[in-house]
T-cell receptor, first 113, second 113 residues
């Protein structure tokens, strides 16, 4: 059984640029959640996708957007990058439903200069 | 809205000593509770979870946690730690019918000889 994978592992961008991060969910999972983890902090919920529709959003501006594809893989897009967007971005997949365990990928570390 | 408090940012402990990492939560509805561990430069790994039933939950690597509804706590314990337990530990809650995880700020467990 393949776990959650994310690409790329590391990324360096400059302020104002756009970035796309990718996530492949675990086999059998139909829900993907994205989290931002700033240095020294706990992960913060960005949004969740269930069957290709957004299913909840945290306190992040619209320049953070996402997609989920028919195979349940997902993308996180961030436009107009700011220095504060530097963080570890974590993707988690799960079977739908409250209380279902979310399984995390290794993350993408983004540095904005 | 729900929140999670991890009062101890760092917990130093000698190898083979017992340890307790504290977690308190706040929610106006029923909750599901989780502990995740994060090793350096890695994603989050599930240690254990409480959904319902017995308030004492056993997880991987010899860890256990006890759900205390009256004290709104979910403290993590291990009777004898190893050097390999050195990591960041996060407590998280899912409240009501929501599916997003709300994390605490984490506790750094440092095990030394």
């Amino acid at each position: 059984e393949t776990g959650v994978t994310q690409s790329p592992t590391h990324l360096i961008k400059t302020r104002g640029q756009q970035v796309t991060l990718r996530c492949s969910s675990q086999s059998g999972h139909n829900t993907v959640s994205w989290y931002q983890q700033a240095l020294g902090q706990g992960p913060q919920f960005i949004f969740q996708y269930y069957r290709e529709e957004e299913n909840g959003r945290g306190n992040f501006p619209p320049r953070f957007s996402g997609l989920q594809f028919p195979n349940y893989s997902s993308e996180l897009n961030v436009n107009a990058l700011e220095l504060d967007d530097s963080a570890l971005y974590l993707c988690a997949s799960s079977v739908s439903g409250s209380g279902e365990t979310q399984y995390f990928g290794p993350g993408t570390r983004l540095l904005v200069l | 809205a729900q929140s999670v408090t991890q009062l101890d940012s760092q917990v130093p402990v000698f190898e083979e000593a017992p340890v307790e990492l504290r977690c308190n939560y706040s929610s106006s509805v029923s909750v599901y509770l989780f502990w995740y561990v994060q090793y350096p430069n890695q994603g989050l790994q599930l240690l254990l979870k409480y959904l319902s039933g017995s308030t004492l939950v056993k997880g991987i690597n010899g860890f256990e946690a006890e759900f205390n509804k009256s004290q709104t706590s979910f403290h993590l314990r291990k009777p004898s730690v190893h050097i390999s337990d050195t990591a960041e530990y996060f407590c998280a809650v899912v409240a009501g019918t929501a599916s997003k995880l709300t994390f605490g700020t984490g506790t750094r467990l440092q095990v030394t000889l």
